[in-house]
């Protein structure tokens, strides 16, 4: 039995090493669902996915269910989907409409804000019975930034400001791209789960290492990548085309950068910017400039951020837009949920070819996803051996600096400092219950 006090959770990390129980118990998952999903900062969806009175999604923070609904006065709350009265979820479809909110089993109806408006015989209640007392439960906090909307089941903590922190210019790097100063999560999703640690999925947006083994399979004889954005005519260069075993210098050079609470991101992949033309792709950059000007246009579009985490469980692809959010499920069952980004005011060709694209690399069949969902369950079938008890994330150990510009920590992003810095943070949200 593993009881999860301060000694042996920090038992399990060490400098540069994990123990592979952090992946494999099953009382370490459950901790971490109350200690780290029921006590920080969650996405659970964005402004655009609810629009109108009525409109609700409903996804889980950990393990309990939610709700995301627009209210009839145009402010959306976050209600926990357990009914105040015998405890069923009472909306139980992923997303819809509803004036009203009603439970199946007995009838109890609550209005979009989760106040308690009906309740069916209401001749056999208490005398004494209070409507005010059985709405159905909200987060314990809230907090909104750009659209996206995020909830904390827990009281105090760190603000949502404070947990956010500089990861707001990674949130910035991609609205910003909309013409009309807005993205749009209303294009439908991908959605599959993997047999692996949803701590694996967590490592890997961030993990730079991979790239030219994993996914080989996706590199052409001059060692590119084949394009992830529209009116790029070749992708990133991975591989030397003169030593096919060996990484290009190009890739190497990418850096890492980690920030408090677990939060991070890779810079940008060298691409050729001034090359990068099609039509759908002209007509979205005149459409702008004719917003932001043409200078700031040209800024807008300087890639500066390829992947960003925020941890524990939401990234923000900068390459092929979209949103990823890894849901655990059990200790060897992970969902992820992945959201084309629509740019509003941006030409509907340029939007239908990054959903296009996003297709081609991160859908459950795609080009690239597949390769690391193996990995994840390659990685979870291994520890099962007992030939060592520790999982090594070493790389680059002692090489960390400082960088002034982000007010982060940076290093090569060939090296594991992010995993190190994720792990520092899981460590800590353990420890402090």
Known sequence: MFDGTPDEISGLVEPGRVHRRVYTDPDIFELEMSRIFGRTWIFVGHDSQVPNPGDYITTEIGRQPVILIRHSDGNSHVLLNRCAHRGPKVCNEPCGNAKALTCLYHGWTYDTDGSLI??????????????????????????????FIF???AEGGPSFDDFLGPMKANIDDLVDR???GEILLDAGMHRYFFRGNWKLQV?????????????A??????????????????????????????????WKGRRSFVVNFGHGWTSNTELNEKGRSSPAYDAYK????????????????????????????????????????IRPVAVDLTEVTVYPVRLKGAPDSMNFGNIRLLNVTHSA??????????????????????????????????????????NATTESAMHEMVIRAQ???WRQYMCDA
């Open 286 to 325: 005149d459409a702008l400039a004719a917003k932001v000007g043409r200078e700031r246009m040209e800024e807008i579009l300087t890639p500066e951020f390829h992947n960003s985490l925020l941890y524990p469980n939401t990234s923000i692809m900068g390459l092929n837009i979209h949103i990823r959010v």
């Open 178 to 180: 909309a013409p009309d």
């Open 151 to 153: 909830a904390n089941l």
């Open 365 to 406: 069949a795609s080009f690239v996803q597949t390769d690391d969902l193996e990995s994840f369950r390659r990685t979870q079938l291994g520890l099962r051996s007992e030939q060592s008890d520790w999982i090594d994330i070493s790389r680059g150990m002692g090489e960390e600096k400082a960088d002034g510009h982000y």
């Open 203 to 215: 490592e890997n947006v961030l993990d730079s290492y991979h790239v030219p083994y994993s996914h």
């Open 118 to 147: 009906d309740v069916s015989m209401p001749e056999g209640a208490a005398k004494d019975f209070d409507k005010t007392q059985f709405s159905l439960a909200s987060v314990a906090q809230t907090g909104r930034y750009r659209g």
């Open 423 to 425: 792990y520092d943070a």
């Open 217 to 250: 399979s996706t590199v052409n004889k001059k060692g590119e990548q084949f394009s992830r954005r529209e009116g790029d005519k070749e992708g990133a260069k991975v591989i030397d085309d003169k030593k096919t075993d060996k990484t290009a210098d190009v």
